[in-house]
């Protein structure tokens, strides 16, 4: 192991290097002064791991209270901060020895050196600090752990409100968010407006090509779906089946109307050929509503629902809009 001697009195520190070794420690760098030892420590700051510094041992005499300057900016070092550093003073100065120790050193040694007492002390010291080491080590490895168990936590909280074949939110998710939604909206007053849409002639695709081309469908047409809605804050997820939902909030039956439309057009753009000719399209219904304490958020889904229903009546590939607070009269947008 490495000590670091700091001493400025010549023949001081060939007294000491000759007890550390007595002591049985052969590795001993020496310097004359607090400077030299700050100016090794900066080294020792960009130095690899295994430096050769495991405990410093200093004279606090050096030029007065220099020696305690050192051990204090010692111990602030980043390559050094965990390095246990041992005082070495005359039982005559009290206020040295206690302001060593106050600015970090971990033991004190007086003069006259004696071997085996010095052995007993920096192995001690050593110990001491490979411990401190050891239970820091052990509660970053805590740390990690705790860090991993969250994220793993997360994931699985994640995956549990998605849906795996599209991507998108679950029915559980929609269920959780819409009720949030809805309190939120009554609370805060605002709009809020659900969009249900419906894959058209979804069971003559899924008859014709198959259930694996069956899933690429509604996973194009979730993505599309994601896609077209800009906002952070609103959700899609996938209603059941060949049905998505989209919720809304603070937006109103125009606002609402008008992204659904982009959902509408953004499905038709992605030019899924269906066996019956053409493209593969969404019918859409729309619902807004000013949520109060009375109604609930299945209300609103009902309207949407509703509308929805009114769009696949009426020709399919368009959109239907109602709103909630007030009789349910279908505005189309072809």
Same mark, same amino acid.
């Not at 009720?179 to 009554?186: S, T, V, Y």
């Not at 690429?216 to 209603?239: I, K, M, Q």
């Given at each position: 192991?490495?000590?670091?001697?700091?001493?400025?009195?010549?023949?001081?520190?060939?007294? *000491?290097?000759?007890?550390?070794?007595?002591?049985?420690?052969?590795?001993?760098?020496?310097? %004359?002064?607090?400077?030299?030892?700050?100016?090794?420590?900066?080294? #020792?700051?960009?130095?690899?791991?295994?430096?050769?510094?495991?405990? !410093? +041992?200093?004279?606090?005499?050096?030029?007065?209270?220099?020696?305690?300057?050192?051990?204090?900016?010692?111990?602030?070092?980043?390559?050094?901060?965990?390095?246990?550093?041992?005082?070495?003073?005359?039982?005559?100065?009290?206020?040295?020895?206690?302001?060593?120790?106050?600015?970090?050193?971990?033991?004190?040694?007086?003069?006259?050196?004696?071997?085996?007492?010095?052995?007993?002390?920096?192995?001690?010291?050593?110990?001491?600090?490979?411990?401190?080491?050891?239970?820091?080590?052990?509660?970053?490895?805590?740390?990690?752990?705790?860090?991993?168990? $969250?994220?793993?936590?997360?994931?699985?909280?994640?995956?549990? *409100?998605?849906?795996?074949?599209?991507?998108?939110?679950?029915?559980?998710?929609?269920?959780?968010?819409?009720?949030? $939604? &809805?309190?939120?909206? @009554?609370?805060?007053?605002? &709009?809020?407006?659900?969009?249900? !849409?419906?894959?058209?002639?979804?069971?003559?695709?899924?008859?014709?090509?198959?259930? +694996?081309?069956?899933?690429?469908?509604? %996973?194009?047409?979730?993505?599309?779906?994601?896609? @077209?809605?800009?906002?952070?804050?609103?959700?899609?997820?996938?209603?059941?089946?060949? #049905?998505?939902?989209?919720?809304?909030?603070?937006?109103?039956?125009?606002?609402?109307?008008?992204? =659904?439309?982009?959902?509408?057009?953004?499905?038709?753009?992605?030019?899924?050929?269906?066996?019956?000719?053409?493209?593969?399209?969404?019918?859409?219904?729309?619902? =807004?509503?000013?949520?109060?304490?009375?109604?609930?958020?299945?209300?609103?889904?009902?309207?949407?629902?509703? @509308?929805?229903?009114?769009?696949?009546?009426?020709?399919?590939?368009?959109?239907?809009?109602?709103?909630?607070? =007030?009789?349910?009269?279908?505005?189309?947008?072809?």
């Amino acid at each position: 192991m490495g000590i670091l001697v700091v001493d400025d009195h010549g023949s001081r520190r060939s007294l *000491t290097r000759q007890a550390l070794r007595e002591a049985g420690f052969d590795d001993v760098l020496t310097v %004359a002064s607090a400077r030299e030892a700050l100016e090794l420590v900066e080294r #020792e700051d960009s130095a690899p791991r295994d430096s050769r510094v495991d405990l !410093v +041992l200093i004279d606090v005499r050096i030029a007065d209270t220099h020696g305690v300057e050192a051990c204090r900016r010692i111990k602030a070092a980043r390559a050094l901060r965990n390095v246990p550093v041992v005082v070495i003073a005359g039982a005559d100065r009290p206020d040295l020895l206690e302001a060593a120790m106050a600015a970090g050193a971990v033991d004190v040694v007086t003069e006259p050196l004696r071997p085996v007492e010095l052995r007993v002390r920096l192995r001690r010291a050593l110990a001491l600090s490979h411990e401190r080491e050891h239970h820091r080590a052990r509660e970053r490895r805590l740390v990690a752990l705790a860090r991993r168990l $969250e994220e793993a936590n997360a994931q699985l909280e994640r995956l549990s *409100t998605l849906d795996a074949l599209t991507g998108v939110a679950n029915r559980r998710r929609l269920d959780q968010f819409l009720e949030l $939604e &809805w309190r939120r909206m @009554a609370r805060d007053g605002g &709009w809020l407006s659900v969009i249900i !849409v419906d894959v058209d002639r979804f069971k003559v695709y899924n008859d014709r090509n198959g259930h +694996l081309e069956g899933d690429e469908c509604l %996973a194009r047409v979730a993505r599309a779906l994601a896609d @077209a809605v800009s906002r952070p804050g609103d959700l899609v997820a996938r209603y059941g089946g060949e #049905e998505f939902a989209v919720v809304l909030a603070q937006t109103d039956l125009t606002g609402a109307a008008a992204v =659904a439309e982009n959902l509408r057009a953004a499905v038709a753009g992605e030019r899924l050929s269906h066996p019956d000719g053409g493209v593969v399209t969404i019918s859409v219904g729309v619902a =807004a509503a000013i949520p109060d304490g009375y109604a609930g958020a299945s209300s609103l889904v009902e309207a949407a629902d509703q @509308a929805l229903y009114v769009a696949k009546r009426t020709g399919r590939n368009r959109v239907v809009a109602a709103s909630t607070n =007030a009789p349910l009269v279908a505005a189309e947008a072809a």
